[in-house]
């Protein structure tokens, strides 16, 4: 009896040991999101990001806005997996071509980044990551927070487009609409006023904001910043293939700053939710906030961007890591 309680103990003790190690094991291989997630696989890889990005910028300065909205658009609808990026195939829509995604370009230059990484290690950097990272950087190049993101994201193999409106929030709907999408990821309101600060640099097309000037002017904008609108928009109907736009803002237009806030509350916002922002009693105290203090913007946004980008990323064994952001994996 004593052998065999003892034979029992050791099969026990030899199986605990394997779950142990199992569980070990798969530890390893799914880290999740972590800092410097390549410094073994691909130690150059933050710094080739970082070089292309500088590069690009020097030579076409509104690739650091398309970075920027990039990770808004890819990470908000369901995860941070570069689905964005994919092109529409025989079977669906993309994303990138939705009517949501109007004024969404520069997806080449990513591309050029990817093949920048390939050469040194290929195969090992995601598309995903590459996107959150030339993000961080673009946000640099005009002026932002530097915002260290961890890394490990995998690439999705699928567009998300037939859910896309369920995730991102419109320029026209209720502030609560816009407040709720965001609460979903877990970003709060200060952190909702923070991303919008986004608006401070960039151009806003004028399909997107005809219907504040025509057939009238709405009343809620500055009278002094109409003329300006109606001189960038002069049609009711513009043609939507034409570059006919006003610059977000016109005081420092290639800057992130908090500029952005003193516009709104001046009435000067171009969209409906920068006026609503400015407003609504739930965001308009941290619009104040932020207009007086630069600090609590960079210091808020960062977190905003930070949360933003970790947002149900495919991690460890999930997705892939593409060759081509633009086509997964399995259509080449």
């Known amino acids: 009896m004593a052998s065999k309680a003892l034979f029992f103990f050791a099969l026990l003790s030899l199986l605990a040991v394997s779950l142990i190690r199992t569980a070990s094991a798969n530890n ?24 292309q990005v500088r590069l690009l910028y020097k030579r076409h300065k509104n690739t650091a806005f398309s970075w920027l909205r990039n990770i808004f658009h890819d990470c ?26 109007f004024g969404l370009r520069n997806f080449r230059y990513l591309d050029t980044i990817k093949e920048a990484v390939e050469r040194e290690c290929p195969g090992v950097v995601s598309c995903a990551d590459i996107l959150v990272l030339s993000a961080r950087d673009g946000i ?25 409106e369920q995730y991102l929030p419109d320029h026209n709907e209720s502030i609560s609409v816009v407040l709720e999408r965001f609460g979903a990821m877990g970003i709060d309101t200060p952190g909702v006023v923070a991303l919008l600060g986004a608006h401070s640099v960039g151009r806003t097309h004028c399909v997107k904001l005809v219907h504040r000037l025509y057939p009238e002017v709405d009343p809620a904008l500055n009278p002094g910043h109409v003329e ?15 570059v006919q736009y006003v610059r977000n803002d016109r005081g420092t237009p290639m800057k992130l700053d908090n500029n952005y806030y003193r516009n709104i509350l001046d009435n000067k916002g171009l969209l409906i939710v920068d006026h609503q922002l ?6 308009k105290p941290y619009v104040k906030k932020m207009a007086k203090s630069q600090d609590y913007f960079f210091k808020e946004f960062s977190r905003a961007i930070t949360i933003l980008s970790e947002n ?17 994996n399995k259509l080449h």
């Open 228 to 242: 300006h609108m109606l001189y960038k928009c002069p049609d009711a109907i513009p043609d939507p293939k034409a």
């Open 140 to 164: 640099v190049a005009v002026g932002g927070p530097y915002i260290p993101l961890k890394t490990g994201r995998r690439d999705g193999r699928k567009s998300r487009a037939e859910v896309l």
């Open 76 to 101: 908000a609808v369901e995860s941070c997996d570069a689905s964005l990026l994919l092109d529409s195939t025989r079977r669906s829509l993309s994303e990138k071509e939705t009517d949501r995604s």
């Open 312 to 328: 149900n990323p495919l991690t460890g064994t999930k997705g892939e890591i593409r060759k081509q952001c633009n086509v997964a």
């Open 278 to 283: 400015a407003t609504d009693k739930r965001t």
């Open 28 to 51: 390893e291989e799914d880290p999740g999101l972590v800092m410097q997630f390549y410094k073994d696989s691909c130690p150059q890889a933050e710094d080739i990001i970082r070089e």
